[in-house]
């Protein structure tokens, strides 16, 4: 079976720190992986995937992840946070043989303080 | 870019009725939608998933005559509560897979906040 595990449930952070969110999988298949953010009361946006090539990947708004295989980890990565990205991150991985679901981490909360 | 679009966004309902939500692929055409329902302080389950022209896939402990899913055109998929009570109250979000493009391709709704009293 596949799971996807976000280890941190709550991460606070200060105003311009830098924060990682971290990721780790375990799936007997290979996979694509994906990062979403979510606004409150709001739905999902996508803030980067991978699917094949370089493992480090950029998104929106400032965002990088990194695929380890070894580690079957996509920890997410930003340099400098903003008030503005206070949200629930949402790690999650698509099943490379299936294509038909995609399935979610618990998702981490980031409190950004100012 | 592609848009999905969710309506009501939010509906209050008495228990016992039925509630139908719409999930519409605005700009493109989508062969498969998801159903996925997220708990408060919670991730997002997936209930459904819903192929045009025929009978949706649920998932393990989803009870298909609670929720019923109707996927009727490229565009639009429905999902009616059925006799709704209080522990269906949720946050219930759409996603669309894009045809032609790549399957990782999927957009997600903004959601439909469901409150049963």
């Known amino acids: 079976a596949q799971s996807v595990t976000q280890l941190d449930s709550q991460v606070p952070v200060f105003e311009e720190a830098p924060v990682e969110l971290r990721c780790n999988y375990s799936?007997?298949?290979?996979?694509?992986l994906f990062w979403y953010v979510q606004y409150p009361n709001q739905g999902l946006q996508l803030l980067l995937k991978?699917?094949?090539?370089?493992?480090l990947v950029k998104g929106i708004n400032g965002f990088e992840a990194e695929f380890n295989k070894s580690q079957t980890s996509f920890h997410l990565r930003k340099p400098s946070v903003h008030i503005s990205d206070t949200a629930e991150y949402f790690c999650?991985?698509?099943?490379?043989?299936?294509?038909?679901?995609?399935?979610f981490g618990p998702g981490t909360s980031l409190s950004v303080i100012p | 870019g592609a848009v999905v679009s969710q309506h009501p966004s939010r509906v209050i309902c008495k228990s016992g009725t039925s509630v139908k939500i719409e999930c519409r692929s605005l700009?493109?055409?989508?062969?498969?939608m998801f159903w996925y329902r997220q708990f408060p302080k919670k991730s997002l389950m997936l209930m459904a998933t819903?192929?045009?022209?025929?009978?949706?896939?649920?998932e393990q402990g989803v009870e298909k005559d609670k929720f019923l899913i109707n996927h009727a055109s490229l565009t639009l998929s429905t999902l009616t509560v059925t006799s709704a009570h209080p522990e269906d109250s949720s946050f219930y979000i759409c996603?669309?897979?894009?045809?032609?493009?790549?399957?990782?391709?999927?957009?997600f709704g903004p959601g439909t906040r469901l409150t049963v009293l």
């Open positions: 999650a991985v698509l099943l490379k043989t299936s294509y038909d679901k995609v399935i």
């Open positions: 991978y699917l094949s090539g370089s493992t």
């Open positions: 819903s192929n045009e022209g025929s009978k949706a896939t649920y």
């Open positions: 996603s669309a897979r894009h045809l032609g493009r790549a399957v990782d391709t999927q957009y």
């Open positions: 700009d493109f055409q989508a062969t498969t």
């Open positions: 799936s007997s298949v290979s996979v694509y």
